[in-house]
């Protein structure tokens, strides 16, 4: 099992660009969370998929952002028009359930650098 | 609301003595506390849970629901536990997000 897969692990877009972070969650496992960590801050949480459906997208900013994952190929978080603001790694998670005793498991993160 | 803190941003030891990561809590109802750690731009990966009591590589932590807190202990560092240890919570049973604290930098100097 390759574990949750991120790309583009580094991504440098210029103010006002469009960004588009991927993930595929691990074999098995069909919710998919995403969290944005900014430099000196904890992960904070952004919103909880599952296919097809957004369950939870309390964490998301109301205007650029949004998530998506389709039913098939890997959830997407897309950015539009970035800030510098935006500047954060952002870590996709995975779990096979909801219930508490499913651990998440976390990608590696993309990190978003907005010049 | 939910909250998790982490009142050290860094703490540094030297190889061989104890360490104790702080964390303290606010929670309305029963939550369920989790340590991950992340080493040098890795991945977080779950280090131990406390609903499951274990202990992994020498790490140990007790709920303490009296003084909301679930510190971080190991007896005796080492080199390689250097890393950025988050605590986190969430609802003990059904649906719930994580909730992070800002972490805590070890750095275990031989």
């Known amino acids: 099992n390759a574990g949750v897969m991120q790309n583009p692990r580094h991504l440098v877009r210029r103010r006002g660009q469009e960004a588009r972070l991927r993930c595929s969650p691990m074999?098995?496992?069909?919710?998919v969370y995403w969290y944005r960590q900014l430099p000196e801050e904890g992960l904070k949480f952004m919103v909880y998929?599952?296919?097809?459906?957004?369950?939870?997208e309390s964490g998301m900013p109301k205007e650029r952002f949004s998530a998506e994952f389709p039913k098939e190929g890997p959830s997407i978080l897309r950015i539009q028009q970035v800030v510098r603001g935006d500047s954060a790694a952002y870590f996709c998670a995975s779990s096979p359930g909801t219930d508490s005793g499913n651990t998440i498991y976390f990608g590696e993160g993309s990190w978003l650098t907005v010049v | 609301a939910q909250r998790v803190t982490q009142p050290e941003k860094l703490l540094s030891v030297f190889k061989g003595a104890p360490v104790e990561l702080k964390c303290n809590y606010s929670?309305?109802?029963?939550?369920?506390l989790f340590w991950y750690v992340q080493y040098s731009r890795q991945r977080l990966q779950l280090l131990l849970r406390?609903?499951s009591r274990e202990s992994i590589k020498g790490f140990t932590a007790d709920l303490n629901k009296g003084e909301t807190s679930f510190h971080l202990k190991k007896p005796f560092a080492q080199e390689e536990d250097s890393a950025m240890y988050y605590c986190a919570l969430s609802r003990l049973s059904g649906y719930s997000t994580l909730t992070f604290g800002k972490g805590t930098m070890l750095l275990v100097s031989p």
């Open positions: 074999k098995g496992h069909s919710h």
């Open positions: 998929l599952q296919k097809e459906n957004i369950i939870d």
């Open positions: 406390h609903i």
């Open positions: 929670y309305s109802g029963s939550p369920e």
